[in-house]
């Protein structure tokens, strides 16, 4: 769940108008921090359970959900498979969706600066910018 509610905020549309574009852009950032933090929560929440049950059939914490699952009745096997292969499969969406956003900032923000340096070719240190933005592979 956590991971379709933070793919769904990488994916929201910015066909706003300049002006609430920032504005947009600020509450996307908060958005995805706060759900960023609900991602961390649900992990912590499910190492705990896993720990918890890895516990209970006498195996040590940390122990992979695949090694656990032979310990769980049969009926529960497949839908625990299921949803451990859709929150990989989300999680590795995400990270494709962040890694794409921040390749369109990073080349959105190269431009910027070119045009700065070109609408003001005079311009001292007060508005200088950084040369070069980080970009993820």
């Not at 995805?32 to 209970?56: M, V």
């Not at 995400?94 to 340096?117: H, I, T």
Request: proline share 7%; net charge positive.
């Amino acid at each position: 769940k956590q991971y379709g509610e933070m793919l769904a905020l990488l994916d929201r549309p910015q066909h706003l108008g300049s002006a609430s574009l920032a504005d947009e852009m600020l509450q996307t950032v908060a958005a995805l921090r706060a759900q960023d933090i609900s991602i961390a929560t649900a992990w912590r929440d499910r190492r705990a359970c896993q720990n918890e049950l890895a516990g209970l059939v006498g195996k040590p914490p940390g122990t992979p959900l695949l090694q656990l699952l032979a310990f769980l009745p049969v009926t529960y096997r497949p839908l625990v498979t299921a949803l451990a292969q859709e929150n990989e499969h989300l999680r590795l969406r995400v990270q494709q969706r962040a890694g794409l956003n921040q390749r369109q900032l990073g080349r959105a923000l190269e431009f910027l600066q070119r045009s700065m340096k070109a609408l003001v070719p005079a311009c001292t240190e007060t508005c200088s910018m950084p040369e070069s933005v980080p970009v993820a592979d």
